[in-house]
């Protein structure tokens, strides 16, 4: 079927045209109650809509140029497949009456989106042969070697098709995830999961159950769902980090390092504390990881050329790349410019009461980045922003906010040199 009119200007003859077929196609194959979800590019196949609306939808904001084979207008995907935009699809969305969850792999799916950035504005679940992904894909010529985080991507997906046990609708990832979580929200100690675990295998032993606990840790890793502990001053002086991890007390004010409780125990040896806790502890989660999985698939990456693909010059302030600050970084650092993908970052930090009480004067401040090479109406979204760190602290950092962002920097400064990335929508690897 010719999709060429999708590129076409939505003011030609061919492109209106192309939309008539398209709707008649898919009210022919796919329409429930007279309607379909709408493939506009702001509905984004989640929006269910009658005729009447899909055409006016897709007449003035445009179908979305990814959306190649119509999958959810009954156009039959590839047999075989060597990205994740064509193993990972969305069910219709659970807004129509019709529409349903099946099993843990839609959660799992959910999962993986989020550890990977793979956002549901096309894709939302897993179909039923998630697990049979095609490795001869990446070998076909023309095509790179992956990268170690695009690898383990892809391993999690066969993982996430792995039986617990045979005739089990859950997996071994979501079993071992779900494991955790009880974990957490028991307050349960890590001895104790062990025993939980040992007392599930001496029951179950045909189930593919991990031996411990630290075998269960191993197994999820890759998702990425681990942060940096770094310890600081509790006066905002100094991080203990990097060449500074091994202080005791802060250079600056001689603060101690750790908390002076009469719960703590000294060592005869050394007169060491033994049980120590920290005065402060800053989260951080490493950016650059974040940044490649954006790249993994060929929607989110084709998004964040957006800048230069899709936005449209006509003098306008719509976005960032169309104000003079923008140009000027370009002409400043043609290098930088000249490939597109390369990420502009915008960066906000506010200040919040996690528990809701207002009893308390406890207060953390997460910083947050958002890529600017998104459309607006994607990089504004939620799932779009990237958490790099949570600050903990009464009052706003201020001024004092720089010794919180060192590891961001040097990671920031890591990237202006450039690291090995994966592009899925061009099946290479550049350098990011």
């Not at 005729?51 to 156009?75: A, N, P, Q, S």
Request: aromatic share 10%; glycine share 6%.
């Amino acid at each position: 079927m010719d999709k060429s009119w999708m590129h076409k200007s939505r003011l030609s003859n061919e492109y209106a045209e192309g939309v008539e077929t398209f709707l008649d196609f898919a009210f022919n194959k796919s329409s429930e109650d007279n309607m379909i979800v709408c493939p506009c590019v702001k509905c984004a196949n989640v929006h269910w809509h009658t005729r009447e609306v899909v055409e006016e939808h897709l007449m003035c904001d445009g179908i979305l140029l990814g959306y190649t084979c119509w999958f959810f207008h009954g156009e039959r995907a590839p047999s075989s497949t060597s990205n994740l935009d064509d193993i990972i699809t969305m069910p219709p969305s659970s807004s129509h009456p019709t529409s349903t969850f099946h099993s843990s792999h839609g959660a799992m799916g959910e999962l993986l989106r989020d550890a990977f950035n793979i956002r549901h504005d096309v894709h939302g679940g897993i179909e039923p042969n998630i697990g049979d992904v095609n490795d001869e894909g990446h070998d076909e010529a023309g095509e790179e070697e992956l990268p170690t985080e695009a690898a383990k991507f892809y391993k999690l997906l066969e993982d996430m098709n792995e039986k617990l046990y045979d005739g089990s609708k859950h997996s071994r990832l979501y079993f071992c995830i779900r494991l955790f979580h009880l974990k957490c929200i028991c307050g349960m100690t890590g001895k104790a999961l062990d025993y939980l675990i040992e007392f599930l295998k001496e029951f179950f032993p045909a189930a593919a159950i991990p031996t411990n606990s630290h075998e269960s840790k191993k197994f999820i890793k890759d998702l990425g769902l681990g942060y940096e502990k770094i310890h600081a001053c509790p006066n905002d002086c100094m991080l203990y980090w990097s060449d500074k991890e091994n202080q005791q007390a802060c250079l600056v004010c001689g603060t101690s390092r750790w908390l002076s409780t009469e719960s703590n125990q000294t060592s005869n040896d050394n007169d060491e504390l033994v049980h120590k806790r920290p005065a402060k502890v800053l989260r951080y989660f490493p950016i650059i990881p974040r940044l490649q999985r954006i790249f993994m698939s060929s929607r989110t990456s084709g998004d964040m050329t957006w800048h230069v693909d899709g936005r449209t010059e006509d003098g306008c302030l719509r976005h960032p790349a169309d104000a003079e600050a923008w140009k000027m970084f370009d002409t400043r650092y043609p290098d930088f410019a000249s490939d597109p993908r390369n990420i502009r970052l915008g960066l906000s930090s506010d200040g919040f009461n996690p528990f809701k009480l207002l009893s308390t004067s406890y207060s953390t401040w997460p910083v947050v980045l958002i890529p600017y090479n998104l459309p607006p109406w994607k990089g504004m979204k939620q799932s779009s922003f990237i958490l790099s760190m949570i600050i903990p602290r009464v009052n706003g950092p201020g001024n004092d906010i720089d010794i919180y962002l060192q590891p961001l920097i040097k990671e920031l400064k890591q990237l202006w040199v450039g690291v090995q990335t994966y592009d899925a929508s061009r099946r290479q690897n550049f350098n990011l």
